[in-house]
């Protein structure tokens, strides 16, 4: 698992129990997954096709600085595979662990194509 992304919790992310709200970290985790799938396929036309369960371990307050960690887990014909885990910077605390998240390859129709991809050839050195 590779940690680089990075968010402090402000105001504006916290829900009425003044912690993080999950729907924001779910799309901070959407959003960072969607783009370590576009760098690892070289290509933008991706879609998220499936998150598995999420699991809440713990919650983050403001002023909290998170990391979002991302490892390559599958690759497939047509598909990406990840699995996720949040947790706060200094203590090492696990926020929130997903353990797939399936991106596709899709053409200007939105169909899933093969993205010709392989263990051999898919650049996982770095994010």
Partial sequence: MQFYSRKLIKPEN??????????ILLKWIDEEAGIY?????????VVTKFISEINFVSSAK???VIEIGLGFT????TS?????EVRNVFS??????????VFVKVD???IPIAHGKNLQNLKLTNL
Avoid: H, V
């Fill in 14 to 23: 916290l829900n009425a129990r003044n912690t993080l709200f999950g729907g």
């Fill in 37 to 45: 799938a576009m760098t690892k396929l070289e290509t933008k036309n």
């Fill in 62 to 64: 403001q002023g909290d």
């Fill in 74 to 77: 599958k690759i497939g014909r």
């Fill in 80 to 84: 990406i595979n990840f699995s996720c």
């Fill in 92 to 101: 090492k605390q696990t926020i929130i662990k997903i353990e797939n998240i």
């Fill in 108 to 110: 200007e129709n939105g």
